[in-house]
């Protein structure tokens, strides 16, 4: 069964990092499935979404079809996957430039702080060659330690008007980090006493250290140092001697971060696992050299998975904060459109409320222009839109000494030839008013008598449809009565 690209890219990458490496040999759906159900707590998210069962289905096609194990051939099967931004690179470069930053500040303190001890260890102990790096300056290099908060422009790069978290720099869970650096510098501090057991015999025997614990990393890096000159030409890996002071200078960082409890960002940490494996492949230790090698690619991997995960995150978030200004325009528009019709609907109705109070106004001021002449209507008794002419005495009309419009009799008149006019308008729109609900309700009349006939008829057919299913029930009890008879004659004949 095929399911949609969308639903393997989300289990894709939320499984990306446990079915890497080793298990991304595994095939059997029962492992596939045990392996869902051990870390089930950290994908609760897409468990909820897909299902258990859809998951280990298309985990399964994934495996089969070497996904996890080839990233060529994931980025055939989810291209969109691997494709960043020019405006993502440029934040994800600033966020780590801000975090390195800040992580230096905090390493310098701590170095400081260890420089400071152990210029009392001199003093106390009086021996001259306790101080074995003086002449090396390990305050030069680039060290992150994450100790204070980015600044507000790294963690929320401003979008569409919106603050947004920034999920870069990547960093692992404490928990994991303090347990890969604490078990890294063990092995380096094994690594140094196997060395010094077979390079510097004397000193270990002058200071009775007699097991890697019995000092600190940096110590023995310090010890190393001083004594680097003297040591055999074959002593060293030549590969690594160019880098010697950068590959040092990382160990102690790690030993700092470890000890003293410091967070750093993945990349960083990657940096510092990556120096472990070049410090002990100098020193020629190739068993240590094997684990650190294959902790250094599983946590390359797992880094690379989250930054993968990361990076989708953050471009599907746009594509959602894009679809909400896009909506967030849409609401404005239709803001403006409501607002302009509000409006426009408003200056009508101001204008037909002015037009129907002028009209009450003549109305009111020529019918009291009427009362005070002593001019009666007549009335029509059998036409409503039919009115008599009224004859106005010419004497109260002159002909000479001013203009027969403006004679108050000849304005009445025209007054009331408007007010017919205006009447003969309300009653034919009264006419047609009602005609048209007669016609509306003589529809509805005609809708609800067919739906009527449709009734009864189903009701019709229901009731032919019963009658003959009791008809056919009688006439088979009838027949399987009369076969019930004719084998008990036929019994008793027999």
């Known amino acids: 069964m095929s399911y949609p690209v969308p639903d393997q890219q989300r289990v894709f990458l939320a499984y990306k990092a446990l079915f890497g490496g080793q298990n991304s040999q595994v095939r059997k759906k029962k492992k596939i499935r045990q392996l869902v159900q051990s870390y089930k707590q950290s994908t609760q998210s897409v468990i909820q979404s897909l299902g258990a069962d859809k998951i280990v289905t298309i985990l399964k096609s994934l495996l089969d079809r070497g996904i996890f194990s080839s990233e060529s051939k994931a980025k055939i099967a989810f291209p969109s996957l691997f494709l960043t931004s020019a405006t993502q690179e440029v934040q994800h470069s600033a966020s780590e430039v801000v975090a390195a930053e800040s992580e230096q500040k905090a390493f310098r303190l701590v170095q400081l702080l260890d420089i400071q001890n152990h210029t009392t260890e001199v003093r106390d102990n009086d021996h001259e060659e306790e101080l074995l790096l003086d002449d090396i300056d390990l305050d030069d290099g680039h060290v992150s330690v994450q100790e204070e908060p980015l600044s507000n422009d790294a963690q929320h790069p401003d979008t569409n008007g919106i603050r947004v978290p920034s999920l870069y720099p990547s960093y692992i869970p404490y928990r994991s980090q303090h347990l890969l650096l604490t078990k890294t510098q063990c092995l380096l501090e094994e690594c140094c006493y196997v060395f010094t057991s077979k390079w510097m015999p004397d000193l270990l025997l002058k200071r009775k250290w007699d097991c890697p614990e019995a000092i600190e990393l940096n110590k023995w890096v310090r010890v190393f140092m001083k004594r680097i000159s003297k040591l055999p030409a074959d002593a060293l890996h030549d590969g690594h001697k160019a880098n010697i002071f950068e590959i040092v200078e990382s160990v102690v960082q790690l030993r700092h971060s470890a000890v003293h409890r410091l967070l750093i960002s993945a990349k960083r940490l990657e940096d510092l696992i990556n120096s472990s494996v070049a410090f002990v492949s100098m020193l020629r230790d190739s068993h240590r050299q094997s684990q650190l090698s294959e902790l250094d690619v599983n946590l390359k991997r797992m880094i690379k998975s989250q930054e993968l995960n990361k ?10 904060l894009d679809d909400i200004q896009k909506q967030r325009e849409e609401l404005k528009k239709r803001e403006k459109d409501a607002v302009a019709t509000m409006l426009n609907e408003d200056e009508e109705n101001k204008y037909l409320v002015g037009s129907l109070l002028e009209e009450s106004i003549a109305s009111v001021f020529n019918t009291g222009k009427e009362a005070k002449s002593g001019y009666e209507e007549p009335e029509e008794e059998n036409s409503v839109n039919e009115h008599p002419a009224v004859e106005f005495p010419a004497e109260e009309c002159p002909t000479e000494g001013h203009l027969a419009e403006e004679c108050p009799n000849v304005q009445r008149k025209n007054a ?14 009264k006419n047609v008013q009602q005609k048209n609900v007669q016609r509306k309700n003589a529809q509805q009349q005609n809708v609800q008598v067919q739906q009527k006939n449709v009734q009864q008829k189903n009701v019709q057919q229901k009731n032919v449809q019963q009658k003959n299913v009791q008809q056919k029930n009688v006439q088979q009890k009838n027949v399987q009565q009369k076969n019930v008879q004719q084998k008990n004659v036929q019994q008793q004949n027999a």
């Open 311 to 320: 990076n989708f995150l953050e471009m599907q978030l746009q594509e959602k």
């Open 416 to 429: 009331q030839q408007q007010n017919v006019q205006v009447q003969q308008k309300n009653v034919q729109q």
